[in-house]
């Protein structure tokens, strides 16, 4: 059995097998963490969240290693938590982001750790913020959370993060398009990587106008309420509250975030990068939205939880076949979904 | 709960093929496994680094070089040196008959020559895992 005080004051102490423990079984679903999870709680809150997320094959992993490189060099400790997708068909996955972190594996300031997505109940946001929270709890300064931008992934970042970099590549002709369909809203520090090929100065010049777009069409201080546009994951501090963050040298006398080149591979840019984080951390916190964005996030995750529970309950074989026959009865006309959906919750709550 | 397997895949020494990594890799990740690899050129110290930060149950080492007679050791004593004696550690690649008994003996619980079907593994790690 988990002894948890001892397992809670190795993580606290920073032992590295101490936290891949508690992230395993985290990611397992393993109730024997949750009582570890629970003894780390009160020493949480203090790491900075930043999710790296874009296309696949951007350079996001190659990125990373340059900003844990760049927070090393100023004298900050980074823990990094890299999804990648498990197969749909197997549940398997190939891990393959650490390939490009191989210069910190010996720094013991640096935790790497490698996640699949799994089939998690409820996506994929609850396993990775709980594992953040290990990280956090061992004293990172930072933890850096890397996500492919495709399908549901990219909305859950901005749930975990306090900060979010929307990278982007010239080259991808849909990629830009991609950006459109809504995840523009997610970022508050926009990267185009592979500066050193064609095109990345056009990339530069979309996202800008697009930004600048949203900004023309009042794209929504209802944001620092922590309601409306906050709901769809946008948050916007640009928008938001610009007078207060332009003083921080975070985005532009305008509000627009910055939107910066870098070239991964040789680390070109990536310093600028760091400093725009750092500066929109020091603007989330000054103007109060750090709680704000946290609160709303931890609302997420309640829901999440909440939900995971409830499923869980029809996770036992009776409850499955009472799914089953609930939903012959909607499609046999038998019942309606509302109809359906009182049974149920007569019967799990 | 959903206890997955995971296998840290990697390639000590010099040698600049990983075709035979990435077969191995493959199929472990059909079986259901989840697999974190860490490229080529890897020193053994971080395959131990990477095996602990990763929680894997399994290191599978691949290696063509020939060096596997110091590489191989080298990162069964570092595994212990950090106390880790809960991973299963196996070997692969261009490895002669002869040195398989001082392997074993090293503490790699088994050596798959090339050729071996991907299956083999995969039976031998679901049947050995240490935890
Ligand atoms: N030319 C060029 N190539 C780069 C740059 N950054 C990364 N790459 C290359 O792009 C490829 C993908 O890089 P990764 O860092 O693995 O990209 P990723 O976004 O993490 O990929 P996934 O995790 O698979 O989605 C690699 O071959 C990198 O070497 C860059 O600035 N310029
Ligand atoms: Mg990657």
Redesign the pocket.
């Given at each position: 059995m988990t002894d948890v005080p001892e397992a809670a004051r190795r993580i606290r102490s920073g032992d590295p097998r101490a936290l891949a423990r508690a992230i395993s079984r985290i990611d397992d679903g393993d109730p024997a963490v949750i009582e570890v999870l629970k003894a780390l709680h009160a020493d949480t809150g203090r790491a900075h969240v930043v999710g790296v997320t874009?296309?696949?094959?951007?350079?996001?992993?190659?990125?990373?290693?340059k900003f844990v490189r760049e927070y090393r060099e100023r004298g900050l400790t980074v823990g990094v938590l890299?999804v990648?997708p498990s197969s749909p068909f197997t549940g398997g996955a190939i891990l393959?982001?650490r390939?490009?972190m191989q210069s910190h594996a010996l720094d013991e300031g640096v935790y790497i750790r490698s996640l699949a997505t799994r089939g998690h109940l409820g996506g994929l946001s609850g396993a990775v913020m709980e594992a953040a929270r290990v990280l956090d709890a061992a004293g990172f300064d930072r933890v850096l959370i890397?996500t492919?931008g495709v399908g549901q992934s990219e909305v859950d970042i901005v749930r975990l993060a306090d900060t979010v970099v929307l990278?982007s590549?010239p080259g991808l002709g849909d990629d830009i398009q991609v950006l459109k369909a809504g995840i523009m809203e997610i970022g508050d520090v926009f990267v185009v990587?592979?500066?050193?090929?064609d095109g990345a100065d056009r990339v530069v010049r979309e996202i800008r106008s697009m930004l600048e777009t949203a900004l023309v069409n009042g794209a929504s201080p209802r944001a620092l309420s922590g309601t409306g546009a906050a709901d769809r994951g946008g948050h916007h501090i640009a928008f938001a509250a610009r007078e207060a963050v332009s003083s921080h040298g975070y985005g532009d006398a305008h509000g627009l975030p910055p939107v910066l080149k870098?070239?991964?591979?040789?680390g070109?840019g990536v310093g600028p990068v760091v400093d725009s984080v750092e500066a929109h951390r020091a603007a989330l916190a000054e103007t109060g939205l750090l709680r704000e964005r946290r609160l709303r996030n931890v609302g997420y995750e309640l829901r999440g939880a909440l939900g995971n529970r409830l499923l869980a309950r029809l996770g036992t074989p009776d409850a499955v076949s009472r799914l089953d026959r609930l939903a012959e009865d909607v499609v046999e006309k038998r019942r309606d979904v509302y109809e359906a959906v009182d049974v149920l919750f007569e019967e799990l709550c | 709960m959903d206890r997955k397997i995971r296998v840290l895949v990697a390639k000590p020494g010099l040698d600049g093929h990983d075709r035979g990594a990435k077969v191995i890799a493959r199929a472990l990740r059909d079986a259901g496994m989840e697999v974190v690899y860490t490229g080529l050129r890897q020193t053994p110290e971080q395959i131990v680094q990477a095996a602990i930060q990763e929680d894997a149950d399994v290191i599978a080492l691949s290696i063509l070089s020939g060096a596997h007679n110091h590489l191989f050791p080298r990162v069964m004593e570092l595994l212990s040196e950090k106390g880790v004696n809960d991973v299963l550690v196996i070997g692969g690649g261009v490895i002669p008959e002869d040195d398989i008994p001082f392997l074993k003996k090293a503490g790699i619980a088994e050596i798959f020559g090339p050729g071996t079907p991907t299956k083999a593994t995969i039976d031998f790690i679901r049947a050995n895992l240490k935890r």
């Amino acid at each position: 059995m988990t002894d948890v005080p001892e397992a809670a004051r190795r993580i606290r102490s920073g032992d590295p097998r101490a936290l891949a423990r508690a992230i395993s079984r985290i990611d397992d679903g393993d109730p024997a963490v949750i009582e570890v999870l629970k003894a780390l709680h009160a020493d949480t809150g203090r790491a900075h969240v930043v999710g790296v997320t874009g296309p696949p094959g951007s350079g996001k992993s190659t990125l990373v290693d340059k900003f844990v490189r760049e927070y090393r060099e100023r004298g900050l400790t980074v823990g990094v938590l890299a999804v990648d997708p498990s197969s749909p068909f197997t549940g398997g996955a190939i891990l393959g982001d650490r390939i490009r972190m191989q210069s910190h594996a010996l720094d013991e300031g640096v935790y790497i750790r490698s996640l699949a997505t799994r089939g998690h109940l409820g996506g994929l946001s609850g396993a990775v913020m709980e594992a953040a929270r290990v990280l956090d709890a061992a004293g990172f300064d930072r933890v850096l959370i890397e996500t492919v931008g495709v399908g549901q992934s990219e909305v859950d970042i901005v749930r975990l993060a306090d900060t979010v970099v929307l990278v982007s590549v010239p080259g991808l002709g849909d990629d830009i398009q991609v950006l459109k369909a809504g995840i523009m809203e997610i970022g508050d520090v926009f990267v185009v990587n592979k500066a050193d090929r064609d095109g990345a100065d056009r990339v530069v010049r979309e996202i800008r106008s697009m930004l600048e777009t949203a900004l023309v069409n009042g794209a929504s201080p209802r944001a620092l309420s922590g309601t409306g546009a906050a709901d769809r994951g946008g948050h916007h501090i640009a928008f938001a509250a610009r007078e207060a963050v332009s003083s921080h040298g975070y985005g532009d006398a305008h509000g627009l975030p910055p939107v910066l080149k870098t070239t991964a591979e040789t680390g070109e840019g990536v310093g600028p990068v760091v400093d725009s984080v750092e500066a929109h951390r020091a603007a989330l916190a000054e103007t109060g939205l750090l709680r704000e964005r946290r609160l709303r996030n931890v609302g997420y995750e309640l829901r999440g939880a909440l939900g995971n529970r409830l499923l869980a309950r029809l996770g036992t074989p009776d409850a499955v076949s009472r799914l089953d026959r609930l939903a012959e009865d909607v499609v046999e006309k038998r019942r309606d979904v509302y109809e359906a959906v009182d049974v149920l919750f007569e019967e799990l709550c | 709960m959903d206890r997955k397997i995971r296998v840290l895949v990697a390639k000590p020494g010099l040698d600049g093929h990983d075709r035979g990594a990435k077969v191995i890799a493959r199929a472990l990740r059909d079986a259901g496994m989840e697999v974190v690899y860490t490229g080529l050129r890897q020193t053994p110290e971080q395959i131990v680094q990477a095996a602990i930060q990763e929680d894997a149950d399994v290191i599978a080492l691949s290696i063509l070089s020939g060096a596997h007679n110091h590489l191989f050791p080298r990162v069964m004593e570092l595994l212990s040196e950090k106390g880790v004696n809960d991973v299963l550690v196996i070997g692969g690649g261009v490895i002669p008959e002869d040195d398989i008994p001082f392997l074993k003996k090293a503490g790699i619980a088994e050596i798959f020559g090339p050729g071996t079907p991907t299956k083999a593994t995969i039976d031998f790690i679901r049947a050995n895992l240490k935890r």
